[in-house]
């Protein structure tokens, strides 16, 4: 079977993480969580130090997308290394802008260098929904590892992780104010970019992302045409 470059996009609290994880877990898929990258990187020792990385923490923390030529730049290197080993990738919500997903006239974008490193049919588009009231709900509650990182479901109350047994914290992200923002930050500026995906004829398909992470790792499964 061919392989595949998945990329995972809905609002946040859809799943997108989870089910990236359950990708990586489950069928071997090499899981590049952009928005964990971004924010150990902004949050990092260094970023104390570097204007560019303090700006981009500012961003970060306050719901609105780090700037677009910082992210793609950071993207498409990691992208590049994985891509090299020849194995099945999945994105959690990245690309999040038309610049990074296409670029401009001078830079190219995340979806071309997909295309070059995987074929475009195999360059597949999952789009997770769920109502806003269901990604405030989801993301006021979670939880996630201050050690090993893992996420803690809503609905499980956990001060431990239960892989690591580490202490769980709440992020900045999952402020109810920083949750809104977000939403109107996918809302503007990645769902356009959704919309111009399908236009160019890569391969979108939308699920349910409100059933238990399971059920919606099946339908993906499904979709993905993968076999255990």
């Known amino acids: 079977m061919p392989k595949q470059a998945v990329i995972i996009f809905g609002p946040p609290g859809a799943g997108k993480g989870t089910q990236a994880e359950l990708l990586a877990r489950r069928y071997g898929f090499l899981n590049f969580d952009t928005g964990r990258y971004l924010e150990n990187t902004v949050h990092s020792k260094e970023a104390a130090k570097d204007q560019v990385l303090k700006r981009e923490r500012i961003n970060f923390d306050t719901g609105k997308l780090c700037t677009p030529s910082f992210v793609l730049k950071i993207v498409k290197n990691e992208t590049k290394k994985l891509a090299s080993l020849g194995a099945n990738i999945v994105y959690s919500g990245s690309p999040r802008t038309m610049y990074e997903a296409f670029g401009d006239e001078k830079t190219e974008g995340l979806m071309r260098l997909l295309e070059a490193e995987y074929g475009k049919r195999n360059v597949r588009v999952l789009v997770l929904q769920i109502p806003a009231s269901a990604s405030i709900a989801r993301n006021s509650k979670r939880r996630v590892c201050s050690v090993c990182g ?27 104010r920083v949750i809104k923002e977000r939403l109107k930050e996918y809302a503007v500026r990645t769902k356009p970019m959704i919309d111009t995906m399908k236009k160019k004829k890569y391969p979108v398909a939308a699920i349910n992302g409100v059933p238990a992470p399971y059920a919606v790792s099946e339908k993906i499964a499904q979709i993905l045409k993968l076999k255990k």
């Not at 992780?161 to 202490?167: A, E, F, R, S």
């Open 150 to 176: 893992l996420q803690v479901l809503a609905n499980v109350a956990h001060p431990r992780c239960p892989l690591c047994d580490g202490k769980t914290k709440t992020r900045t992200l999952d402020d109810p």
